[in-house]
């Protein structure tokens, strides 16, 4: 199998690898044992997984206005759902300015590796 290089002097959002992020498959069991909505589960997974992340170990990011795009959702279902899971202490989120920390949420993310943390 042939080995895709990237073109020298090309970093663009587009051009770089996402790191990984590895999500535990106990979220399924806390959720359903937590009711959580299909809605809530989507956005738990999105906020854990979306590209607004800068990289596997950050825990705050600002989420920008295209996020309920990305979801297919309005702003408005945007934050109920966010609040749902601000409410279950899993996040937390201010829908004006797209601050987002994932508290709780953080615990169904497989641990970073140490060179995530030293940018290695």
């Not at 290089?5 to 399924?28: A, M």
């Not at 990305?70 to 899971?85: C, I, M, N, P, T």
């Amino acid at each position: 199998m042939a080995k895709h290089s990237r073109p020298q002097g090309s970093d663009s959002e587009h051009d770089r690898r996402p790191e990984p992020i590895l999500v535990t498959p106990k979220i399924w069991a806390h959720a359903r044992a937590e009711g959580w909505s299909d809605e809530a589960k989507v956005l738990a997974l999105y906020l854990l997984t979306c590209r607004h992340r800068s990289g596997a170990c950050d825990e705050a990011y600002q989420l920008p206005e295209d996020a309920a795009a990305d979801l297919g959702w309005s702003q408005e279902r945007l934050a109920k759902v966010a609040g749902h899971l601000e409410a279950a202490g899993l996040i937390t989120y201010e829908p004006h300015s797209g601050a987002v920390t994932l508290t709780g949420l953080l615990q169904y993310q497989l641990p970073c590796r140490s060179s995530q943390h030293d940018g290695r």
